[in-house]
């Protein structure tokens, strides 16, 4: 399934719904609509993986580059309504203690 990030602004915070797998093809697309989000500082980056079936180490990677970003500004990424399944990535490579990851987006917008 094809990649679909949907951008929403939340006052200065912005969120980002990305929808389908998060892999070595489509990771470009998410690091560029990161990118820019970091680029313009956004407080806070709110990544919203309800519709997210599948992420590789190239997903990963993104991820955590964007939480390097915003860190270098003081600004925060956080993860919402992550399923079992990619759950259990974050977890298998130890990333559930580095990423802030809510239960849901108005958790996350609150972080």
């Known amino acids: 399934m094809a ?3 949907n ?3 939340h006052g200065q915070d912005l969120v980002l719904a990305v929808e389908g797998s998060v892999d070595i093809a489509s990771s470009p697309e998410l690091r560029g609509e990161l990118r ?15 519709g997210v079936s599948f992420v590789d180490s190239s ?20 993860l ?7 759950r259990g990535v ?5 990333l559930d203690s580095i990423f802030s990851i809510s ?9």
């Not at 820019?36 to 309800?50: C, F, G, L, N, T």
């Not at 993104?62 to 390097?68: C, H, K, P, R």
């Not at 239960?103 to 972080?111: D, M, P, S």
């Open 59 to 78: 997903g990963l990677a993104t991820l955590i580059e964007a939480l390097q970003g915003t860190s270098g500004y003081g600004g925060k990424l956080c």
């Open 36 to 50: 820019v989000a970091v680029e313009a500082k956004r407080p806070r980056i709110v990544i919203d993986m309800s």
């Open 3 to 5: 990649m679909k990030v």
């Open 90 to 94: 974050f977890e298998l490579a130890n």
């Open 7 to 9: 951008r929403e602004e």
């Open 103 to 111: 239960g849901t987006r108005e958790e996350a917008l609150q972080a």
């Open 80 to 86: 919402c309504c992550l399923s079992t399944t990619v």
